[in-house]
T-cell receptor, first 112, second 112 residues
Framework: QKEVEQDPGPLSVPEGAIVSLNCTYS??????FMWYRQYSRKGPELLMY????GNKEDGRFTAQVDKSSKYISLFIRDSQPSDSATYLC????????????FGKGTHLIIQP | DTAVSQTPKYLVTQMGNDKSIKCEQN?????MYWYKQDSKKFLKIMFS???????INETVPNRFSPKSPDKAHLNLHINSLELGDSAVYFC???????????FGPGTRLTVT
């Protein structure tokens, strides 16, 4: 079983739609759950993070974590063409100078 | 002001050569990282380093070595380049061992 599973897409939706992006993971040591956004030919940038199960909202973005099911989601409301990017789920165990464990990323296209 | 910068942006070289990629961060962070993003966009940690320890991902060949002249710099040296080394290499930094990592723009390495 892979440590992180994420559907690579591409996922194409019309402007204004609600987008749902998801990842599953298997490592129970993960304590921080993040979503990074990566535009073409750019480095990833942190979009949202959560520490515990539940929801966290930031503007049009909502991150959801279900630790019992090892499942995280990112919802984007009122999607805009500028949201077109690759969204990577990322996980951090919090021990030592560890790096992040990333999903493969979902390529999202918002059609104007 | 660029927070994390990398040079060069593009690097094309032949098999067997030795090359270096430079990374600098002006965020005052004490932990830096190198990630590799392969052709399938999978982003994977290679090294994490602070002034106390270097943590190496066990899958990284010993042809790769990080060198840190000071806290603001973490360069990546690659010896005897192989075709499979072709990828985009990202430098990142954080304050302490942290989920909030700031990424550079990437260096696209092509080995011919």
């Amino acid at each position: 079983q892979k440590e992180v599973e994420q559907d690579p897409g591409p996922l194409s939706v019309p402007e204004g739609a609600i987008v749902s992006l998801n990842c599953t993971y298997s490592n129970s040591a993960f304590q921080y759950f993040m979503w990074y956004r990566q535009y073409s030919r750019k480095g990833p940038e942190l979009l949202m993070y959560t520490y515990s199960s539940g929801n966290k909202e930031d503007g049009r973005f909502t991150a959801q974590v279900d630790k019992s099911s090892k499942y995280i989601s990112l919802f984007i409301r009122d999607s805009q063409p500028s949201d077109s990017a690759t969204y990577l789920c990322a996980f951090y165990s919090g021990g030592g100078a560890d790096g992040l464990t990333f999903g493969k990323g979902t390529h999202l296209i918002i059609q104007p | 002001d660029t927070a994390v910068s990398q040079t060069p942006k593009y690097l094309v070289t032949q098999m067997g050569n030795d090359k270096s990629i430079k990374c600098e961060q002006n965020l005052g962070h004490d932990t830096m990282y190198w990630y590799k993003q392969d052709s399938k966009k999978f982003l994977k940690i290679m090294f994490s380093y602070n002034n106390k320890e270097l943590i190496i991902n066990e899958t990284v060949p010993n042809r790769f070595s990080p060198k840190s002249p000071d806290k603001a710099h973490l360069n990546l040296h690659i010896n005897s380049l192989e075709l499979g080394d072709s990828a985009v290499y990202f430098c990142a930094s954080s304050q302490g061992s942290n989920y909030e990592q700031y990424f550079g723009p990437g260096t696209r390495l092509t080995v011919t």
